[in-house]
C-alpha cells in the first residue's frame, strides 16, 4: 500500500527583494528544458520587481519558493496583433510598465515539478484576477505554450490543435489550464517566443474583467504600437586592382564608408577578403599561405580602421572578412563594427577546398546572431550560405536579415552564392545582402580574376518586390547597391503571406537543431 502524498501549507504572497534569488532557482527548475542563456538573471526580477512589486508573485512550501507569477500592466493597440514579448516587457526588465494602462499582462508563470498538482498555479492566476479587479483594469491577456502539440505536428495545423483543445477533445499540459483558470484563445502565433517544446507556437490568451467600470478609468496614455521599422543598407562592390601601400587602401575603404553615410545608410556591407588586396604591396615572391599570414598580422591595423569610421559615421559595418591567427592557425572572420566603437565577429564555418589548400584556413564553430538596435542579423561568410541548416538555425533565433560577404572568380561561383542566397531568403521569409569583389588582381594567382554584383533579396510573396529581388547593382564594375529594407512588414507577412513556411515546417518527420547553440550576441 503506497503512503498518501501530503498536501503542504501553500501561501500566496507578493515578493520582495530578499525572495529574488529563490524565484531565480524556482525560474529554473520549473523549465529545466530551456538553454542557458534564456534563463533571466536576478537582475532582471529585481528590474521587474522596481516596476510593479505589486504585480508579483509567489508561492511558497515547506519553507522554500514552489511557483512564481509575474505580472506588469500595459496598454495596447487591439489592431496590431504582432507585438512580440520583447516589445510588451521592454525586453523582460518591465521597463514598459504603464499605470494608467488598461491590461494586465501576464509575462511568466512557473511551479517546480515536484509541487505541480497542488492548484498553484490556479491559486497564483487568482491573484492576478484580484489584482485586474483591484485596478480596474479592463482585462487579462497572456500568451500560453502548447506543448503537448509535438504529439499531434504534422497531423494537424497548430490552430487545429488549439480548437480540439478548446473543444475538450484534446487536453494540452499547458492550454486547458488557461482555459480552466477563464481564459479564452484569441488567435495562434508562432515565434512570439523561444519554446521548443511547443514548437516556438504560442496562444494569445484574453480574459475579461466583468467589474470592469471604463467611466471610473481615464486612459491617459496613448496605446503601445509597434513603430515602423525600416534600416537602408549598403552594399559595396569592391573592385580588385594592384595598390601600392596601406594608405591606398585606406583611400578605397573611406571612399565607400563616406558614401554609405551621404545616402544614410544604416549598414553597410564589404565583400569577403577584400582585404586580399594587400597582397599587392607583398613581396611577389611570397607563397599564398606566406602572404595570408602576412595578411592576418594586418588585422589589429583593420580593426583600428573600421572601428574609427564606424563611429565616426554612426554605421554598422559588416567589413567583409579578414584572416585572423589564433593559436597559430588561420581563420577567415567577419567583423561586426557599431556607432558605439565595438567590434564582434563570425568565424567562416564551411571551409571551400581551394582554402584549404591554398590558404590552410580552419572552420569556425560558432553560429551567432547579432542583436543590434535598429535589427537582428546574421552573417554567413560566402561558402556558409550554400549550407542551409545555417540560415534556418539563424532565422529560428531571431534573425531578420543575413549580410554574406563573399568572394568568387567566375560566374558559375557567383551563381551558387546568388541562387543560395535567394533560396534562404525565400525559405525563411528573411532578407539577404550579398556584396562580393570585382575586377583583377593579376599579382596574386588566387585572386586573378573575381566576378561579383551586389544584390538584395526577399521572400516571394505579394508584399515584396517581383523576383524576390530588392535591388540588384550592375556586374563587375566599382559601385555600391542602396536599398531600403521594411522589417515591420517582414514580420507581419509571416504570418499573412500566402505560404508560411516557418508555421508549416514538418517537425515530426525533419528537425534542425544546433548541436552548439546558437549564440545571441546583444551589441552596444
Known amino acids: ?27 529554473r527548475a520549473a523549465y529545466p528544458e530551456y538553454p542557458k542563456n534564456a534563463y533571466y538573471t536576478e537582475r532582471f526580477y529585481e528590474m521587474q520587481y522596481a516596476a510593479f512589486p505589486e504585480g508579483q508573485f509567489l508561492a511558497e512550501a515547506d519553507g522554500q519558493i514552489v511557483g512564481y ?3 506588469l500592466i500595459v496598454q495596447l493597440d487591439d489592431d496590431a496583433h504582432w507585438y512580440t514579448y520583447e516589445e510588451i516587457t521592454g525586453g523582460g526588465t518591465f521597463s514598459t510598465h504603464d499605470p494608467s494602462g488598461d491590461t494586465l499582462y501576464g509575462a511568466d508563470i512557473g511551479v517546480r515539478p515536484e509541487y505541480r498538482r497542488l492548484g498553484i498555479s490556479k491559486m497564483l492566476y487568482e491573484k492576478r484576477v484580484t489584482l485586474m479587479k483591484r485596478y480596474n483594469l479592463r482585462r487579462m491577456i497572456a500568451y500560453g505554450r502548447i506543448p503537448g502539440y509535438t504529439e499531434f505536428a504534422g497531423k494537424m495545423t497548430a490552430e487545429e490543435y488549439v480548437q480540439k483543445v478548446v473543444s475538450g477533445e484534446i487536453a494540452d499540459p499547458s492550454l486547458s489550464a488557461h482555459l480552466r483558470a477563464g481564459y479564452t484563445v484569441r488567435r495562434v502565433l508562432l515565434d512570439f517566443l523561444w519554446d521548443d517544446s511547443s514548437l516556438n507556437y504560442s496562444t494569445l490568451l484574453e480574459m475579461p474583467n466583468p467589474n470592469y467600470q471604463p467611466e471610473k478609468r481615464k486612459i491617459a496614455a496613448a496605446p503601445l504600437q509597434r513603430v515602423v521599422r525600416r534600416i537602408r543598407v549598403c552594399a559595396a562592390q569592391w573592385f580588385m586592382r594592384p595598390i601600392h601601400s596601406w594608405d ?10 563616406d558614401t554609405a553615410n551621404t545616402y544614410h545608410s544604416h549598414f553597410l556591407l564589404f565583400p569577403e577578403l577584400f582585404t586580399a588586396q594587400l597582397f599587392t604591396i607583398m613581396p611577389s615572391d611570397l607563397d599564398s599561405r606566406a602572404a595570408i599570414r602576412r595578411l592576418a598580422a594586418m588585422t589589429d591595423r583593420y580593426i583600428d580602421l573600421f572601428s574609427d569610421l564606424a563611429e565616426k559615421h554612426g554605421l554598422y559595418i559588416i567589413a567583409g572578412s579578414q584572416p585572423e591567427l589564433r593559436d597559430g592557425e588561420i581563420y577567415n572572420v567577419a567583423y561586426l563594427f557599431t556607432p558605439s566603437g565595438q567590434y564582434y565577429s563570425q568565424d567562416a564555418l564551411h571551409i571551400p577546398p581551394i582554402e584549404r ?3 590552410d584556413i580552419e572552420p569556425g564553430e560558432d553560429i551567432k546572431v547579432f542583436d543590434t538596435p535598429l535589427a537582428r542579423i546574421g552573417i554567413q561568410v560566402g561558402y556558409d550560405v550554400e549550407f542551409p541548416e545555417v540560415a534556418r538555425l539563424q532565422t529560428l533565433s531571431g534573425a531578420e536579415v543575413i549580410f554574406i560577404p563573399y568572394s568568387t572568380d567566375e560566374r558559375k561561383a557567383f551563381d551558387r552564392i546568388r541562387y543560395t542566397a535567394q533560396s534562404r531568403a525565400v525559405e525563411n521569409f528573411i532578407y539577404t545582402v550579398i556584396a562580393g569583389n570585382v575586377g583583377n588582381l593579376p599579382a596574386s594567382k588566387n585572386y586573378l580574376i573575381n566576378y561579383g554584383q551586389a544584390a538584395v533579396f526577399t521572400p516571394s510573396d505579394f508584399a515584396f518586390p517581383p523576383a524576390a529581388t530588392a535591388g540588384a547593382s550592375e556586374a563587375n564594375v566599382e559601385t555600391v547597391l542602396i536599398t531600403d529594407l521594411d522589417l515591420t512588414s517582414l514580420v507581419q507577412q509571416r504570418d499573412l503571406a500566402t505560404v508560411r513556411h516557418l508555421y508549416d515546417r514538418r517537425s515530426d518527420l525533419y528537425d534542425v537543431r544546433a548541436k552548439r547553440s546558437v549564440k545571441i550576441v546583444r551589441t552596444e
Open 357 to 359: 589548400t591554398d590558404f
Open 1 to 27: 500500500m503506497s503512503a498518501r502524498r501530503r498536501k503542504p501549507r501553500i501561501t500566496i504572497r507578493t515578493w520582495t527583494p530578499e525572495d529574488i534569488p529563490g524565484v531565480v532557482a524556482c525560474h
Open 69 to 71: 507569477a509575474t505580472s
Open 248 to 257: 591606398e587602401f585606406e583611400q578605397t575603404v573611406n571612399f565607400f564608408v
